[in-house]
């Protein structure tokens, strides 16, 4: 079958670096994505990876290994309005979206 | 402001009772999801539609039905609602693709309880 898993919880400190991994095991692979979803509010895009490395958008990187079904998201100079819930997503070789559960961040001062 | 809206924001339904959950975009978008998101579980496609005047089912279709007669709206349908159904549900859209590598724009969620 297909999975995604995510750290369920997490919590960090503001100002600091926090990595959210997530490992997949899907039919093909057709890119992954990071959403940020705010509690009782939509998902909202973050980043997508195909290739292979790191990809930088300000404070936020995502990277992708397809070679070991893994991907990361980096949250630098964490700030209070960072807590939120995480999803990763791949895309399978039909070009269906699979959903990690999520993993919620929580940022204590 | 472009982007998805979505009616009711929510909804306490009896059992048994019909109901039809509402979708729009004016983004001009090709493809339009149904998605139920559940405490613990990832979001889970229902419905999803390439284009206007086609659909297919996704991971959980059973008990719903979806219609996309015109590029902008794609009603979800409850024929006859039961508990299990109680859940958010999110309406979302892309330029192309179903799925494939386009960004998701998700509306503002809708939240029904079956009782």
Not at chain 1, 14 to 26: D, K, L, M, P, R
Not at chain 1, 47 to 64: A, H, I, Q, T, W
Not at chain 2, 72 to 87: E, G, R, W, Y
Request: aromatic share 10%; proline share 4%.
């Amino acid at each position: 079958g297909q999975n995604i898993d995510q750290p369920t919880e997490m919590t960090a400190t503001e100002g600091a670096i926090v990595q959210i991994n997530c490992t997949y095991q899907t039919s093909g692979f057709n890119g992954l994505f990071w959403y940020q979803q705010h509690a009782g509010e939509a998902p909202t895009f973050l980043s997508y990876n195909v290739l292979d490395g790191l990809e930088e958008k300000g404070r936020f990187s995502s990277f992708l290994s397809r070679s070991k079904g893994y991907s990361y998201l980096l949250l630098k100079e964490l700030q209070m309005k960072d807590s939120a819930s995480y999803l990763c997503a791949v895309t399978d070789s039909n070009y269906q979206l699979i959903w990690g559960a999520g993993t919620k961040l929580i940022i204590k001062p | 402001i472009a982007g998805i809206t979505q009616a009711p924001t929510s909804q306490i339904l009896a059992a048994g009772r019909r109901m039809t959950l509402r979708c729009t975009q004016d983004m001009r978008h090709n493809a339009m999801y149904w998605y139920r998101q559940d405490l613990g579980l990832g979001l889970r496609l229902i419905h999803y539609s390439n284009t206007a005047g086609t659909t297919g089912k996704g991971e959980v279709p059973d008990g719903y039905s979806v219609s996309r007669a015109n590029t902008d709206d794609f009603p979800l349908t409850l024929a006859s609602a039961v508990p299990s159904q109680t859940s958010v549900y999110f309406c979302a859209s892309s330029p192309s693709l179903a799925g494939g590598t386009d960004t998701q724009y998700f509306g503002p969620g809708t939240r029904l309880t079956v009782l």
